[in-house]
């Protein structure tokens, strides 16, 4: 107990942004997150793809994004999974070490759609279905549309949570925190709708960056 107690206090002692994000991209990942956690409960009965891999996919996306909250609800999850605190503190820190050798393009593919702020290379994404398949590949991508949406409000809370605690974070400001938790909330209902109609219209639930530079 006190050696999880340590990793979760560890992964909470930001006083950074590693990354900010808007409004409007907080919305767009709402839109996509419903069918995305759609997918995820399916694949939990399925099973096709492990949860255990899942749960490594959004601890990589986490990582680049620096969602201390997300860090800290993920460490617990993966440490219920079974998941050992060397693991997690690898992934949580961008390293390699625990990363396994079928599962390294999909983790890859997790930081890249992280890095790119839940707007992946339409490649990147091709090359996932060709090494996993259409359909694992869709949880894959969908496991990474949860996070990001998480990461995405959970950055402003974790932000919110140290200026409480006397410690607000470095370019951080009230306002922000709180348009974006307030709004975000707001938001939530309007986004869910969105996200219905474009399923409704047999519009997919992604979006790529279809150009070919690197």
Do not use: W
């Amino acid at each position: 107990m006190e050696k999880t107690m340590t990793l979760s206090e560890a992964v909470t002692l930001r006083n950074e942004f590693k990354r900010k994000f808007s409004l409007g991209e907080l919305y767009r990942s709402i839109v996509y997150a419903p069918r995305a956690m759609s997918k995820l409960s399916g694949n939990s009965k399925s099973k096709l793809v492990d949860k255990r891999f899942v749960e490594r996919l959004q601890l990589a996306v986490t990582e680049v994004n620096g969602c201390a909250a997300c860090s800290y609800q993920h460490t617990k999850m993966a440490l219920q999974q079974g998941m050992s605190n060397d693991e997690i503190s690898s992934f949580l820190s961008g390293g390699d070490a625990f990363i396994k050798p079928e599962e390294a393009k999909a983790i890859m593919f997790a930081q890249h759609f992280a890095d790119s702020r839940g707007f992946p290379k339409k490649y990147a994404y091709e090359s996932i279905e060709k090494e996993y398949g259409q359909k694992e590949a869709r949880i894959i991508l969908s496991a990474c549309q949860v996070m990001i949406a998480g990461n995405m409000y959970g950055i402003p809370f974790s932000a919110f949570q140290s200026r409480l605690k006397g410690k607000p974070y470095k370019g951080s400001n009230l306002f922000y925190e709180l348009s974006m938790l307030i709004i975000g909330i707001i938001f939530i209902p309007y986004a869910v709708i969105h996200g219905l109609l474009r399923a409704l219209f047999g519009l997919p639930n992604e979006r790529f960056d279809k150009s070919a530079d690197e």
